[in-house]
């Protein structure tokens, strides 16, 4: 009886998780050579993360006025939107955000973020970090899914095997968003 019950709750929660995704399609991000010339007005996301000594730090530029609207799937206060920015100054500001880390190699890596029909919506600019501490230089995992009303939910993550081996090293741990 007691498997019974186990199965049941994982059909559940499968269930649950499903429906959860029902409606949401997964947009595409696509890499960006740098130096990049942007223009117009972006609405600035910094999200730090809650834990891993700031390495999910990644700075989102989501262009002002489009229709969409991207959202971290996270606690409000794992993260900072800075409203209508001019390009230049939402670029140097991500740049000094991301660029804060003990380990950062002073490289990034910048993706355009995709709507459905292949039009820009955005901009991610994530720290490429030094490889011989981390065992690689990219260590986020980072996804987009469209919803109702343009939303588009932002899902900032650790690189799987990166957080099992920090995990198990007791190198996780609570952080506080700090300027």
């Known amino acids: 009886m007691n498997i019974r019950m186990h199965r049941m709750a994982l059909l559940v929660m499968i269930a649950v998780f499903l429906g959860s995704c029902a409606g949401m399609t997964a947009l595409r991000t696509q890499d960006v050579r740098e130096p990049v010339e942007l223009s117009g007005n972006y609405d600035l996301i910094l999200y730090l993360g809650p834990q891993y000594d700031f390495l999910e730090a990644v700075a989102l530029l989501d262009v002002a006025g489009d229709g969409y609207e991207l959202v971290p799937f996270e606690p409000g206060f794992e993260y900072r939107v800075i409203k209508n920015l001019p390009a230049k100054d939402a670029l140097k500001e991500a740049r000094h955000f991301i660029s804060r880390h003990r380990n950062f190699s002073g490289l990034t890596r910048m993706r355009a973020i995709t709507s459905e029909t292949g039009e820009t919506i955005g901009y991610e600019l994530r720290p490429l970090y030094q490889v ?48």
């Open 132 to 179: 011989f501490v981390y065992g690689m230089s990219d260590v986020l995992d980072i996804d987009y899914w469209l919803g109702e009303g343009g939303k588009v939910e932002v899902n900032i993550d650790l690189n799987e095997r990166l957080k099992r081996q920090m995990d198990s090293q007791g190198e996780g741990g609570s952080s506080i968003f700090g300027d």
